[in-house]
């Protein structure tokens, strides 16, 4: 370990991960209150920043979370140090800061300055914002190609996967600052980020991450794992780049997206089937003892969260037959708060949960709690899905095809955001145990020094 | 087949398939008639105001925080493509509702947050543009038809009495979650998974 003295440096960015979902999960939870009491605001704060903090505070988590574990992850794989490590340190800080500063724009400047807050859905930080965090970005892209460039050894595609996912995450981020004068145009380009990076770039972190951390803990052949990484990448991207067709249904684009866009993204379960399936093979190929259970536990739970969350909760509503009436209601909501923390989170904690014990010198810490605040989570999440997607299946029938007006509807599913709110505490409490699991094993090495 | 040309395969025919697609999606016949945003337009006070304004101000003033446009947003309020029709095609009560919001259902007055007049009637132009776009018939149902007032329903509240079904039924379900987990790791425990 101490051959990658860089690799050090990358433990604040997976508890800086760690807090600011705690934060997102606070945020949603106002969310929901509103919901139920509309006309209350919760220290004033009206419901679209809360929730513009919540999708931003997300991106935030989410680039840590993966750039920490690129960083992680890379040395040993390219036989050699981070080329700059200092930029690591700083690369942390600048988003540390681009983090605070949309918030205070956020609190502040809403409907004040369109340079700071843009009011575009996940891209709500004002056009300035989204420049700086573009160009903070481009130098982590350049510090993980001058690291790959000057190698020691040849890359496993695993880790070539995970750089490629990465970069293109960043990259991707650019067509959404383009202006047009057009809604329809300007719909189309906004959903490059916000597709691309779900169902592309942070796809093949995760087939990328879930591969290497399999190679790392298991004995399987290194050519099995591979084959099969390179046939979910195929997929993936064959499926889902021009299952992009799923968001132009309805936004003024031509009718033959309904066709191009129900075929390709009805694909796209495939490969995340595969990824399942070839995970499951491998672990029971395996001999070699699993310590870091927990770590195992986190990669299984974003493999199914994948398969079920973005798979088949995406998978029921995105035929256009049936998308013409879902779309815009709380099934949407569903889905979305399957998929993202079904998947991505359990990704950044699991890559977590192999870096910072690991780090912290801590191979046989206590797995107990961490346990716990997984199966906490997994119960705080399928509370919130279910209840949003009998909220949305009620919201559908009502609204869409009974014509009941949008607030009378509202007020029906009161209920089931109440459970939504309940599930949202259980979630925060399944949170709040991994943090404190946290910053234990964070002070640990701490107390050593 | 040799695993990067797997890959490079998967990746270059559908990325560059976007290419023709975008081009058709905007450029030929295939593209819908939609406005053209610098043509739709809003009178107030003698002065003009376009629908390319009206985009910029709708995004600053973060409709899209509560609302959907063409369905993408949030799910707090009534989808806005079609509310320039709900509001009787008048610019005039449209401007008038953002600028004193719906408080009570939860649309704070605009105008706290800096709008005067003439940026609601930008922002009218925008929802007259939106309401003009065809959007492959898009939202369907009747009460988008309403015509002329905003929202008769009164909002209600939900407190802890009106919920006990739910509790139980939430109680259910999560024991039923408890029982599955509880039966799985006493298995593992037992070595029989």
Not at chain 1, 215 to 228: F, G, H
Not at chain 2, 141 to 155: A, V, Y
């Amino acid at each position: 370990m101490n051959e990658y003295p860089s690799r050090a440096k990358t433990r604040k960015y997976f508890l800086a991960a760690v807090l600011l979902f705690v934060l997102q999960l606070i945020l949603g939870i106002f969310l929901s209150i509103e919901f139920m009491f509309r006309g209350e605001y919760l220290f004033s704060i009206p419901f679209d920043i809360y929730k513009s903090l919540h999708l931003n505070v997300m991106v935030l988590w989410l680039l840590l979370g993966f750039i920490g574990g690129l960083y992680y992850l890379l040395p040993p794989e390219v036989g050699r140090d981070i080329k700059y490590p200092r930029l690591i340190d700083f690369q942390f800080w600048f988003l540390m800061i681009a983090g605070i500063g949309i918030i205070i724009s956020e609190l502040f400047f809403t409907g004040r300055n369109w340079w700071l807050v843009e009011g575009r859905e996940y891209l709500e930080a004002g056009r300035a914002w989204d420049i700086l965090l573009t160009l903070g970005l481009l130098t982590v892209v350049f510090n993980v190609g001058m690291t790959i460039r000057e190698r020691k050894k040849e890359m496993s595609s695993p880790i070539l996967v995970l750089a490629m996912g990465a970069v293109g995450s960043i990259l991707m981020y650019v067509p959404g600052e383009i202006w047009f004068n057009s809604l329809v145009a300007a719909e189309y380009f906004r959903w490059w980020v916000v597709h691309y990076w779900v169902e592309a770039t942070f796809e093949l972190i995760a087939a990328g991450a879930i591969a290497l951390i399999l190679l790392s803990i298991t004995d399987v052949r290194r050519e099995i794992i591979e084959k099969y990484l390179a046939i979910e990448v195929a997929l993936i991207l064959l499926t889902g780049i021009i299952g992009q067709g799923h968001h132009y249904y309805w936004i003024g684009t031509p009718q033959f997206w309904l066709f191009l866009g129900g075929l390709f993204s009805a694909l796209e379960p495939v490969p995340l089937f595969l990824m399942v399936w070839s995970a499951y093979k491998d672990l029971k190929e395996n001999s070699k003892p699993i310590p870091n259970n927990i770590a195992l536990y986190m990669i299984i739970a974003a493999s199914l969260g994948n398969l079920f969350g973005a798979g088949v909760w995406g998978f029921i509503h995105t035929l256009p037959q049936i998308n013409f009436f879902t779309h815009g209601t709380q099934i949407t909501a569903s889905h979305a708060h399957f998929a993202t923390p079904g998947t991505y989170l359990f990704l950044v904690l699991g890559m977590a949960y192999i870096a910072v014990p690991e780090l912290s010198g801590m191979m046989n810490f206590h797995q107990f709690r961490a346990k716990t605040g997984l199966w906490l989570l997994v119960i705080g999440f399928l509370n919130m899905i279910t209840a949003l997607v009998i909220a949305g299946v009620v919201q559908v029938y009502l609204q869409r095809l009974q014509g009941v007006s949008f607030m009378e509807v509202q007020n029906i599913l009161l209920p089931f955001y109440g459970w939504r709110t309940i599930a949202g505490l259980i979630t925060l409490a399944g949170a709040l145990l991994i943090t404190y699991d946290f910053i234990i094993l964070y002070h640990k090495r701490k107390l050593e020094e | 087949m040799n695993n990067t040309r797997l890959v490079l395969i998967g990746l270059l025919i559908p990325a560059i398939l976007m290419i023709p697609y975008s081009i058709f999606s905007f450029y030929t016949d295939f593209a819908n008639k939609n406005p053209d945003p610098a043509l739709v337009t809003v009178d107030f006070n003698g002065i003009t105001f376009n629908a390319i304004e009206g985009k910029k101000t709708f995004e600053q003033y973060q409709c899209m925080g509560c609302h959907t446009i063409v369905g993408n947003g949030a799910y707090f309020g009534p989808d806005l493509t079609n509310a320039y029709e709900r509001a009787g095609k008048s610019d005039a009560a449209l401007s008038g509702l953002m600028l004193v919001g719906l408080p009570s259902k939860g649309m704070p007055p605009m105008k706290d947050r800096g709008m005067d007049p003439e940026d609601a009637a930008r922002t009218a132009a925008f929802l007259k543009y939106a309401n003009m776009l065809d959007t492959n018939g898009w939202p369907n149902s009747g009460s988008w038809e309403r015509n002329g007032s905003i929202d008769g329903i009164q909002e209600k509240r939900l407190y802890p009495s009106e919920i006990w079904q739910v509790i139980l039924g939430i109680i259910f379900f999560n024991v039923i979650i408890f029982g599955v987990i509880l039966a799985y790791e006493r298995r593992k425990q037992e070595g029989r998974l």
